[in-house]
């Protein structure tokens, strides 16, 4: 299976969930206002599948601005989306002022369902935190996200900590990686956006690296799966990136994935990327990080091959 690249125009930070018959799709707005869910029996039905607003940010208070890296879970029983948003535009200290958030709802639909009011996720520091991501492992529901702490350099970090419920953290999170190579500095230390997949005997991360231009990237953690998730030595981490800008290919800036299967379970990565590096004013409000999807193979030795972002192409042989 193939499909057109990009896939869906000016959707940045993309999240694909499979569930039951059907795939869900949200991501990031240009206008960072409001949450909106597409739904389709198959991959393919994504792009024309109407985009539902489940949620409008208020005019003011805490999450009353730039609504950011939504993704949708469905979490014992009831529909889950995370996001992050700001009280307002201005920048702190170097950062926006961003904190996470849960919407839930408990109807079978989450398109048409009701969505209760928005709850705060609170973690170990209050503090610049955003791109929640949850899995089940090990029985367990887990949650994972990335968080600015002011003793360490850089703008964020990667955390973890078990869910008690799709609110709450259960413990006190342990850090997974923080920016030290070259790769994850470049503009801004960065590590973001995290998402898992499970293959064989190994639970892998992959996150986001650096300024989101052309240096944006795919890191990747990995553990074995019968591992405590919770020790952090237990985490190995790649020294080179994963997944990068083509020049070749005309495509930059790969990152904030998800990963999913398409009909004949064959994994997918789902990621965004622009077709040009020469942006006009605030990269913020470029609108062009367009989402993309790519098969991805697994290499001999367990780990995932990700290859290159290929080139734009409209027409799906």
């Known amino acids: 299976m193939s499909w057109p690249n990009p896939f869906i125009t000016q959707r940045a930070d993309p999240f694909i969930l499979r569930h039951d018959n059907g795939y869900y799709f949200i991501a990031s707005v240009p206008e960072y206002d409001r949450l909106e869910i597409r739904y389709a029996t198959t991959l393919n039905g994504l792009p024309a599948a109407p985009a539902v607003t489940v949620w409008r940010k208020p005019e003011s208070g805490p999450c009353s601005a730039l609504i950011w890296a939504p993704e949708l879970h469905h979490i014992n029983g009831q529909w889950v989306i995370y996001f992050a948003a700001a009280p307002t535009r201005a920048i702190k200290d170097g950062l926006f002022q961003h904190r996470m958030y849960a919407l839930v709802c408990e109807d079978a ?95 892998f991360v992959t996150y986001s690296a650096s300024a989101t231009d ?49 009909e004949q379970g064959e994994d997918v990565l789902v990621y965004h990327a622009r077709n040009y590096t020469e942006i006009e004013g605030d990269p913020l409000w470029d609108p062009n990080r367009h989402t993309r999807l790519k098969h991805f193979a697994w290499r001999k030795d367990g780990t995932p091959d990700f290859g290159v972002p290929p080139a734009d192409h409209t027409s799906v042989p």
């Open 109 to 203: 639909d989450p398109l048409r369902g009701h969505w209760q009011p928005c709850r705060r996720v609170y973690s170990h520091l209050d503090s610049f935190s955003l791109d929640a991501t949850h899995f089940v492992h090990q029985g367990r529901n887990w949650y994972l996200w990335a968080q600015k702490d002011p003793a360490i350099p850089g703008n964020s970090n990667l955390y973890l900590a078990e869910l008690l419920n799709p609110w709450t953290l259960k413990n006190n999170p342990v850090m997974l990686s923080r920016p030290e190579y070259e790769w994850e500095c470049a503009g801004f230390s960065v590590n973001e956006g995290p998402a898992v997949i499970r293959h064989g005997d190994r639970l």
């Open 214 to 262: 052309e240096n944006y990237c795919l890191g990747i953690l990995s553990i074995d799966a019968q591992a405590d998730p919770m020790d952090s030595s237990a985490w190995q981490k790649s020294a080179r990136p994963v997944f990068s800008s083509s020049w070749d290919n005309h495509q930059y800036g790969p990152g904030h994935n998800s990963f999913t299967q398409d």
